[in-house]
Nanobody
Framework: QVHLVESGGGSVQAGRSLRLRCDFS????????MGWFRQAPQKEREGVAT???????TYTSSVEGRFTITLDGVRNALYLQMNNLEPEDTGKYYC??????????????????WGQGTEVTVSS
């Protein structure tokens, strides 16, 4: 059974940084596609970043150059380094995983497992 637990959220001022962490179990990263999503109040959930089993990454345009997704296969942890945070980055951030297919990194990829989320609040 796949288990995902996010941590690292908090409240910061614009321009500061946070690093989110997702501890995972029940899966081997080499067979999975993993990603970070976020949902702002009264908005739909959106994909933020993905990483595939070969380490290839994708980012939504609004975070390109500011956020970095990485995976530590030894510690079984997925990270999202968020720099130069903006108020528009406020939301609940979720870690997700799905068995890898060639659609990994695309909008339609069917993530099956989700964490409970961690809150990020960025004030101006």
């Amino acid at each position: 059974q796949v288990h995902l637990v996010e941590s690292g959220g908090g409240s910061v001022q614009a321009g500061r940084s946070l690093r989110l962490r997702c501890d995972f179990s029940g899966l081997h990263y080499s067979a999975y596609c993993m990603g970070w999503f976020r949902q702002a109040p009264q908005k739909e959930r959106e994909g933020v970043a993905t990483i595939d089993r070969g380490g290839a990454t994708t980012y939504t345009s609004s975070v390109e150059g500011r956020f970095t997704i990485t995976l530590d296969g030894v510690r079984n942890a997925l990270y999202l380094q968020m720099n130069n945070l903006e108020p528009e980055d406020t939301g609940k951030y979720y870690c997700a995983a799905g068995v890898w297919t060639v659609t990994c990194g695309t909008v339609g990829f069917p993530y099956r497992d989700w964490g409970q989320g961690t809150e990020v609040t960025v004030s101006s």
